[in-house]
C-alpha cells in the first residue's frame, strides 16, 4: 500500500507562484508519480507526471512552460513548482502514483493524495 500527503497549497495572485509537495510513503518502489488538479465544478484532469528511474517528466499543455514537476527518490517526495499563475489554475491538486508512463486519465494512477486547495486571485 502507498500513501500519499500534498501540501504547499494556498492563495496567490495572478503571475504569482506556489510550491506544492508530496510525500510517499509505504510500498512505494516503482511507481510513478503525477499531479492533477480539479477546478471548481469541473472533473479532475491531469497537470504533470514524473518518471521515479530516470526523471522524465511530461505535462499538459495547460501548463507546459510555467509549472516543473521534480522528484527526489532518496526522500520519496515529489514537487510541482507553479509560475505565472493564472485565475484559471485555481483548483484542488492532487499527487498520485502509477506504474505507468505517458498517462493522464485518472482512472491510470491507483493511489491518491488528499487534495491541496490553490487559490489564483485576478
Known amino acids: 500500500q502507498v500513501q500519499l500527503v500534498a501540501s504547499g497549497g494556498g492563495m496567490v495572485q495572478t503571475g504569482g507562484s506556489l510550491r506544492l509537495s508530496c510525500a510517499a510513503s509505504g510500498a512505494f518502489s516503482g511507481y510513478n508519480m503525477g499531479w492533477f488538479r480539479q477546478p471548481p465544478g469541473k472533473e479532475r484532469e491531469f497537470v504533470a507526471a514524473?518518471?521515479?528511474?530516470?526523471?522524465?517528466?511530461y505535462y499538459a499543455s495547460s501548463v507546459k512552460g510555467r509549472f516543473t514537476i521534480s522528484g527526489d527518490n532518496g526522500k520519496n517526495t515529489m514537487a510541482l513548482q507553479m509560475n505565472s499563475l493564472k485565475p484559471e489554475d485555481t483548483a484542488v491538486y492532487y499527487c498520485a502514483a502509477t506504474h505507468r508512463w505517458m498517462v493522464v486519465d485518472v482512472n491510470e494512477f491507483y493511489f491518491w493524495g488528499q487534495g491541496t486547495q490553490v487559490t489564483v486571485s485576478s
Open positions: 514524473i518518471r521515479r528511474s530516470g526523471g522524465d517528466t
